[in-house]
């Protein structure tokens, strides 16, 4: 617990390596003495004296990982200006429509910066053949930050990346890189190589293109390939994380080698031997899958969680968890901040922990019945331990989880098989028509029946309010039913109830709060103009084009707690309380006798800007994403000449405007 304290005290807080290495070091040497005065005096002096050790450990390895050498100051004094840089791939991102992205390592640059890692944008060329992990390159451009969300409650894709150890990020084409020939291969390229290798072994049979990108999924942990229509199938079924190689995968296949494996415990050391094989697979298996980031943590956690097999101890399961959650951590402590890490030991803890007590609660006599209700406990007790987690990230609950997990997971660990002897037939050449045939049907299959539950739309309840206060008090309420549901007291239902009217109030003051809230934001949106107004729980969409909104609305609506929604088509004169709001638009309507204090330029309307600024001057010039960017770099210049604001939604984001 006080390495996860000192990590998240270090990510936020800039403390500087040396200095707690040194307090790191005055700290070893104090515990020596703290054991002795701890037997004389009787203080737990040796317990504080571990605590602060290990918090301060915390707080050294996420400086470390940060890359915190470089004085700040030196880092924003080189922000804009061009340097040869020296990068070498690391992982391959999705692209997007635009752009291939790519997390680089600095090899090099011309002042030897202290930055580890960036974000690389190549503008998308369709007849270049992509990077891949372990490309060196040479390019010479300037690094930027990473820009902050352009509307209200949006994903903040900076802090995701500042989480990942990513602050800057330079943008370039194919053509101004050079690449290094035989640049020097890692064992994560020669995965990642390996992986594309059996990718492309695949595509030559006769699989579905749906089932292709599930497989690919499922087996190697790549899903740029599977549909937006499938993965949101899988999403709202409850199933996606089936889609990714994690915890859930690597734990199925560490029992069914241990299933198979068993009858080496018969032998002489067989119990070691079987341990010693199996994490062997288990690694092999992470290979195969790339060694991307979420399949290492999921293999290292059951590495650990093999061995507490080994000892065949089962109240060391906890101890043995938290082993491997600190041995994570302290080699890669960011891993701290991803959702997948966290989901992954909430939902371990969780059943280690709820499972063993459903299964007190109820222990059926018939074998079929009591199958499935293990099944079922499996898959309550992990949803419970990763509830509060899902509806802080994803603010929605899929009500009929249980159904697809007991369709689906029993089942599961036969895919993974029947997948791997595919991947290895497939890349022996030795692969049957049959077998691409039954594979394929079955991924459909499985598919198909994610699909079905995924239609069951009343039973998906989404666009659910969730902060960190309900994030944690939300943890609070589960822990204590639990403890209520295992020994029943009267302290513990109290202590329950409490909570649970606290939790209560927590949302009626949040909603009330929403009542007596009235903004009006200008939004950001390529080609369109929003404005929304909020007055109480209701929003007004006022906008160009309501058929092209995207997630703004939503994030926003879910944020703030509303509860009706309109649209109304874009006017071009707004009253926000005691000043004039004008929207010019691609007509280039504008009465003479109209005084705005506000002026909105939109769909790169062929205003002599210039002449209205001189005739009206108002207040401040705003321009939104309908406009043209040499338009707006025109505008900005003008309103800078003239000494009048200018906020681009582009350039600055969304703003809001005061009463």
């Not at 301060?56 to 990982?65: E, T």
């Not at 089962?314 to 080699?331: D, R």
């Not at 949803?383 to 029993?410: C, D, E, M, T």
Request: net charge positive; glycine share 4%; charged share 15%.
């Amino acid at each position: 617990m006080w390495v996860v304290l000192g990590i998240v005290f270090g990510f936020y807080i800039d403390v500087a390596p040396s200095l707690l290495l040194i307090a790191i070091m005055i700290l070893l040497i104090a515990l020596f003495w703290a054991r002795k005065k701890q037997q004389r005096d009787g203080f737990p002096f040796f317990e504080m004296l571990t605590s602060l050790l290990t918090f301060c450990l915390g707080v050294w390895v996420v400086g470390i990982s940060m890359g915190r050498k470089t004085p700040r100051q030196i880092i924003l004094n080189d922000l804009g200006q061009e340097k040869v840089w020296h990068l070498k791939v690391r992982e391959v991102l999705k692209p997007n429509p635009f752009s291939h992205r790519y997390v680089v390592q600095v090899v090099a640059s011309d002042d030897n910066t202290s930055i580890k890692k960036i974000l690389i944008n190549l503008s998308s060329d369709s007849i270049v053949e992509r990077l891949m992990v372990d490309d060196e390159f040479l390019t010479h451009a300037k690094f930027q930050p990473i820009t902050p969300p352009l509307n209200p409650h949006q994903f903040d894709y900076r802090d995701y990346l500042k989480k990942q150890g990513i602050t800057y990020q330079i943008r370039t084409n194919y053509n101004s890189i050079i690449k290094k020939e035989n640049a020097p291969k890692t064992l994560f390229g020669r995965a990642a190589n390996f992986r594309e290798q059996i990718i492309s072994k695949l595509k030559k049979y006769n699989f579905g293109p749906e089932e292709i990108g599930v497989i690919q999924a499922l087996l190697l942990g790549k899903r740029d390939d599977i549909s937006e229509n499938t993965y949101d199938n899988y999403k709202n079924a409850g199933a996606v994380h089936i889609l990714a190689v994690s915890g859930l995968h690597v734990g199925i296949l560490l029992f069914l080698l241990e299933f198979i494996f068993s009858p080496l415990e018969r032998l002489p050391k067989g119990k070691t031997l079987k341990l010693l094989i199996i994490v062997l697979l288990l690694w092999s298996f992470a290979f195969v899958a790339g060694l991307s980031p979420s399949i290492v943590r999921a293999v290292s956690m059951f590495s650990f969680v093999a061995y507490a097999i080994y000892l065949n101890r089962p109240t060391n399961s906890f101890n043995i968890i938290a082993l491997s959650m600190l041995f994570i951590l302290l080699v890669k402590p960011l891993f701290l901040f991803q959702v997948g890490f966290q989901m992954s030991y909430a939902a371990v803890f969780s059943i280690v922990w709820i499972y063993p007590k459903l299964q007190k609660f109820w222990f059926p006599e018939s074998i079929l019945v009591r199958k499935i209700w293990q099944l079922l406990s499996v898959s309550v007790a992990a949803q419970l331990g990763v509830l509060p987690i899902s509806l802080f990230y994803f603010h929605q609950f899929p009500a009929l989880f249980f159904v697809s997990n007991l369709l689906i997971i029993p089942f599961l660990g036969l895919i993974l098989g029947f997948g791997i002897l595919v991947i290895f037939l497939a890349l022996i050449d030795f692969l049957p028509k049959v077998m691409v045939q039954s594979f394929d049907w079955t991924i459909n299959l499985m598919n198909s029946t994610v699909a079905w539950v995924a239609r069951q739309e009343s039973f998906i309840i989404k666009n659910i309010p969730f902060d960190s206060f309900q994030l944690i008090w939300g943890y609070l309420a589960i822990i204590v039913l639990v403890l209520f549901l295992s020994k029943p007291k009267w302290k513990t239902m109290v202590l329950f109830f409490s909570g649970l009217i606290i939790f209560q109030v927590w949302g009626i003051y949040k909603q009330s709060k929403a009542h007596q809230k009235e903004s009006i934001i200008l939004a950001h949106r390529s080609r369109n103009t929003i404005l929304l107004h909020q007055l109480g729980d209701s929003l007004a969409i006022i906008t160009s084009d309501p058929f092209h909104l995207g997630n703004i609305t939503t994030d926003y609506a879910v944020a703030e707690r509303i509860q009706k929604m309109d649209t109304v088509q874009l006017k071009n004169s707004y009253q926000i309380g005691q000043k004039k709001l004008f929207v010019v638009d691609s007509l280039t309507l504008f009465p003479i006798k109209v005084r705005p204090d506000y002026l909105l330029l939109t769909q790169s309307s062929k205003i002599n800007l210039e002449r209205v600024l001189d005739s009206i001057r108002p207040k401040k010039v705003f321009a939104d994403g309908s406009n043209y960017p040499n338009l707006v770099n025109k505008w900005k210049a003008t309103c800078a000449q003239k000494e009048i604001p200018f906020h681009h939604t582009g350039e600055k984001g969304f703003y809001m405007f005061k009463f």
